[in-house]
């Protein structure tokens, strides 16, 4: 992740206000480029997971249950 000071952060304001949804799209996937070039295999991995356990923590348990039996059901044999 980078720092950025609050001069490079004010003229980042001052240039870009506002986005068109386009422009928008194309900086977002500008952006999870540039982290996903910056990752090893190891912290992706780690972020893949938090991201996973953060949504399934969401889910009740009638959706969780749901979720597991569309694609590892076998994971609810001993449950």
Do not use: C, H, W
């Not at 990752?39 to 399934?56: Q, T």
């Amino acid at each position: 992740m980078f720092l950025l000071n609050d001069e490079v952060i004010e003229r980042g304001k001052k240039n870009m206000t506002t986005l068109s949804a386009e422009k928008r799209q194309d900086l977002t996937n500008a952006y999870i480029n540039s982290i996903l070039d910056g990752m090893d295999y190891s912290s992706m991995e780690e972020f893949i997971a938090d991201a996973l356990e953060k949504n399934l923590s969401e889910y009740n348990d009638e959706q969780f249950i749901t979720e597991i039996n569309d694609y590892y059901p076998d994971l609810l044999e001993n449950v």
